[in-house]
């Protein structure tokens, strides 16, 4: 389960950091690469993308990524076989992101048992409203896997209650409306309003993405919130490169961001 890893990041005065990747993006020996240079440089959990053709919460960087997988042939069973690997050699957990569609197809009870015996901790669906969340997420429970839900900004207060009510491991809070991407900045002031409103009703960590792109917001953010999401833009500092050149940025990247995660007492 994900909120040790909280707990822990919260007696270290500090947001856990939670990078995302997108599986097979540029092939899957990078991929593996980078989750291990994540893992090293300080990562608390990773999210790994599994490629889809048509991705509707996903901003252009993640978007083209899943076509460059899918390009590759790169499928679930890949993903989950990297998830595996990843386990075995001592990995940051992992929490797989994927649309419906994939697990469908793949089978719902399927996936849940395959996710599972692969190591992951958790599955985030993010094309799921909360009243079609009941069998996956229940079926992913049977297994140990935790699904955590997302509230968006516009959440009226008596659904984000019921949605934090289901969600587990984690509460995703969206930072700002729209879709994934580095270019819009998440509002400190939006997510400290929402903030508030879920510790009234939560004991669950919060985590927050979609906008969050640089130490500067990481550091801003921190104090609020129990983990921070970053995707596109660390997308963005690896694309067009494999292999070493891409652990190489992919460390200084993260650097500077697992920094801003500390934060005094609050």
């Known amino acids: 389960m994900l909120e040790a890893l909280f707990d822990r990041a919260k007696c270290d005065h500090r947001a856990a950091f939670i990078p995302y990747v ?8 990078t991929t593996e690469a980078v989750l291990l240079a994540l893992t090293d440089a300080g990562a608390d959990a990773i999210e790994l993308g599994i490629p889809y053709g048509d991705p509707l919460a ?7 990524a899943a076509q460059r997988a899918l390009a590759h042939g790169v499928t679930i069973a890949d993903v989950l076989a990297i998830t595996r690997r990843h386990k075995e050699n001592a990995g940051a957990p992992i929490v797989l992101f994927s649309y419906f569609n994939p697990i469908l197809q793949y089978g719902v009870e ?9 190591g992951a901790s958790a599955v985030i669906v993010p094309d799921l409203s909360l009243e079609e969340t009941e069998t996956l997420s229940s079926t992913l429970a049977e297994h140990g896997v935790d699904m955590p839900l ?21 509460v995703y809070v969206v930072g700002r409306l729209g879709v994934t991407g580095a ?5 400190t002031q939006g997510v400290r309003a929402q903030v508030a409103a879920l510790r009234g009703m939560t004991e669950r960590p919060l985590a927050v ?5 640089s130490s ?21 500092a690896f694309a067009g490169t494999s292999a070493g ?13 697992i920094a801003a995660t500390q934060y005094g007492e609050r």
């Open 22 to 29: 997108m599986a097979g993006d540029p092939d899957i020996a």
């Open 58 to 64: 996903d901003g252009p960087t993640i978007a083209a």
């Open 110 to 118: 399927r996936f849940a048992y395959d996710a599972a015996g692969a």
């Open 150 to 170: 997302l509230i968006a900004p516009s959440t009226t207060r008596e659904r984000a209650r019921r949605i934090v009510d289901r969600s587990t491991g984690f």
């Open 183 to 187: 270019d819009s900045r998440v509002s």
């Open 209 to 213: 993405g979609f906008g969050v792109s």
């Open 216 to 236: 500067a917001h990481v550091q801003e953010l921190a104090p609020l919130v129990d983990g921070i999401i970053v995707g596109s833009a660390l997308i963005d």
């Open 245 to 257: 050149e891409a652990v190489a940025r992919v460390r200084a990247f993260a650097a500077p961001l």
